[in-house]
Every structure is written in structure tokens, then in C-alpha cells.
């Protein structure tokens, strides 16, 4: 007979949490003190602990995504200044600025669209399908070095 399960209802909650803080199934097992293969077998008896997961793990990633954007674009948002000079404390109110970040730009666009922003594109039709790479290759007799004549037998008198 098999072990009752550890399963409580309001892990789903919890999971969901954990899911949006970034945590891996790993980490979860280790939350709940379990192990990754029982999280997998929760995921499988209980499905709102299943869609809990991929919940929490879809909003975290719509969030990073939208932080990514916001890095490659380039953004500003409201800030204060606080100073204190000679005892007299000011707050300015300021819009810090940040400027496009290639090396995010460049993340997003590969991601996004590698057809057209891999590192090495593969060659295309004017139909935009891959064309066949042309290979040839040669077999060289392995007696033979490049620098030298072939070997050949002294010749007998």
C-alpha cells in the first residue's frame, strides 16, 4: 500500500510564490523538504498545483522579458536627490535616464528573431529556405607528406 502523500492545498499558493521569485523545482523540493521526483508527482496528482507553477513561472518571465525590453530600449523614470549642505538637508526631485543597452539589444533580437540576427546565418533561397551547404571532401594517400615526393622503392641494380 502506498504512502500517504505529503500534499497539502495550500502548497499550490506557496509554490506559485516561490515560482514568481525565480525558485527551481529543486529549490521548491527543498522548501517543501521533499524531493524533485515527488514535486513531479505532485505536478502530475494535483493540477492546481501544476497550473499554480506555470502561473507563477509565467509572470516571473513576463517580467524579466519586460525588464529586458526596457534595458534595450532604453528608459527614464521620476528619482529625488537628497544632499546636505552645511546642515541644511534638500531633496530635488530629478528623471534619471538610461540609455539603450546593446548587449541587451542584441540578446532580444537573436532570441526573437534568429533568422535574421544569428551569428553565423545559415544560407538562404530567394524563398528564405536553407540551402544545402556543399561539403567535398579529399582523400589523400597517407604515405605521402605535402613537402615531400612519394615514397618510392630504391631501384635495384
Not at 73 to 96: A, F, R, W
Not at 104 to 133: C, H, Q, Y
Request: include cysteine; charge should be negative; charged fraction near 30%.
Amino acid at each position: 500500500m502506498a504512502r500517504p502523500s505529503r500534499y497539502k492545498a495550500e502548497f499550490a499558493e506557496q509554490a506559485e510564490k516561490l515560482c514568481r521569485l525565480g525558485a527551481t523545482d529543486k529549490e521548491m523540493a527543498d522548501f517543501f523538504g521533499v524531493t524533485e521526483k515527488t514535486i513531479n508527482n505532485w505536478k502530475k496528482a494535483h493540477p492546481q498545483f501544476l497550473q499554480a507553477l506555470k502561473a507563477g513561472k509565467q509572470l516571473a518571465d513576463a517580467e524579466v522579458a519586460d525588464k529586458l525590453f526596457q534595458r534595450a530600449i532604453g528608459y527614464s523614470h521620476p528619482d529625488v536627490h537628497v544632499s546636505n549642505y552645511q546642515g541644511e538637508i534638500t531633496i530635488t526631485p530629478l528623471t534619471k535616464h538610461y540609455p539603450p543597452d546593446p548587449t541587451s539589444m542584441i540578446f532580444w533580437l537573436k532570441n526573437r528573431r534568429p533568422d535574421l540576427w544569428r551569428d553565423k546565418p545559415e544560407p538562404t533561397d530567394e524563398d528564405g529556405n536553407a540551402t544545402p551547404v556543399k561539403v567535398e571532401i579529399s582523400v589523400k594517400d597517407a604515405r605521402i607528406r605535402d613537402d615531400d615526393q612519394p615514397d618510392t622503392e630504391p631501384a635495384s641494380s
